[in-house]
C-alpha cells in the first residue's frame, strides 16, 4: 500500500524559512515522481514543485521559483521542500502526491496537472504571517 506522510508545516513570519517532508512508502523509490501541491483558503489547489526518476528532474511553479528548492533523498523514501523567503501568499495547506512506475521521467507538460498523480497524503499547513 503506498503511503505518503507530510509534516513540517508551521507557523512563521514572512521572510522566513521551512522545510516540508513526505515521507513515501509502498512503492520502489525509483521509478516516482513525487510533487507538492498547496490549497489556501478559498482558492484551488496548485502545483508547486516535483521532483522526478531516474534523473532527479526538478520542476517548480513560476511563483516559487528562487525561494523553494525540492530535493530527494532516496535511502529515506523521502522528498523535502525547502522554503525560504517566505510570503504571506505561500500560506495554505500543502499536500504531497506521488505517481509510481514510471519508465521515464515525468514530462514537462505533466507535472502540474493534479491528475497525474495516483496517491496523495495528508496536508500539513504552513502559514506565514506578516
Known amino acids: 500500500e503506498v503511503q505518503l506522510q507530510a509534516s513540517g508545516g508551521g507557523l512563521v513570519q514572512a521572510g522566513g524559512s521551512l522545510r516540508l517532508s513526505c515521507a513515501a512508502s509502498g512503492f520502489t523509490f525509483d521509478t516516482y515522481a513525487i510533487g507538492w501541491f498547496r490549497q489556501a483558503p478559498g482558492k484551488e489547489r496548485e502545483a508547486v514543485s516535483c521532483?522526478?526518476?531516474?534523473?532527479?528532474?526538478?520542476y517548480y511553479a513560476d511563483s516559487v521559483k528562487g525561494r523553494f528548492t525540492i530535493f530527494s533523498d532516496n535511502s529515506r523514501n523521502t522528498v523535502f521542500l525547502q522554503m525560504n523567503s517566505l510570503k504571506t501568499e505561500d500560506t495554505a495547506v500543502y499536500f504531497c502526491?506521488?505517481?509510481?512506475?514510471?519508465?521515464?521521467?515525468?514530462?514537462?507538460?505533466?507535472?502540474?496537472?493534479?491528475?497525474?498523480?495516483?496517491?496523495w497524503g495528508q496536508g500539513t499547513l504552513v502559514t506565514v504571517s506578516s
Open positions: 521532483v522526478s526518476s531516474p534523473d532527479g528532474s526538478t
Open positions: 502526491a506521488a505517481v509510481t512506475g514510471l519508465r521515464a521521467g515525468i514530462p514537462s507538460n505533466v507535472w502540474y496537472r493534479i491528475h497525474a498523480y495516483d496517491y
